[in-house]
């Protein structure tokens, strides 16, 4: 049996994971959709780069 503080604490802790995992998706999602406009443009293929952002804003990504 758990006494009330450590269900609490129990909650707390779930509580802050799933808010720091989110973060990280999100932080992650971030630098990958960057370092894909990176690679893009390295390539110096400034339509493909120009197409890529137009579908991604089409998909409402852009505004997270």
């Known amino acids: 049996w758990y006494s009330a503080d ?3 604490l ?3 802790n779930t509580l802050f ?3 720091y995992e989110g973060i ?3 932080h992650h999602f971030h630098s ?4 894909l406009i990176l690679s893009l443009h390295s ?3 400034v339509s493909l780069t120009n197409q890529f952002i137009l579908t ?3 998909r409402n ?3 997270c």
Do not use: A, D, L
């Open 6 to 8: 450590q269900i609490h």
């Open 10 to 12: 129990r909650k707390q």
């Open 17 to 19: 994971q799933n808010k």
């Open 24 to 26: 990280h998706k999100v």
């Open 32 to 35: 990958v959709t960057s370092s």
């Open 43 to 45: 390539h110096r293929n």
């Open 56 to 58: 991604r804003k089409g």
């Open 61 to 63: 990504i852009w505004n």
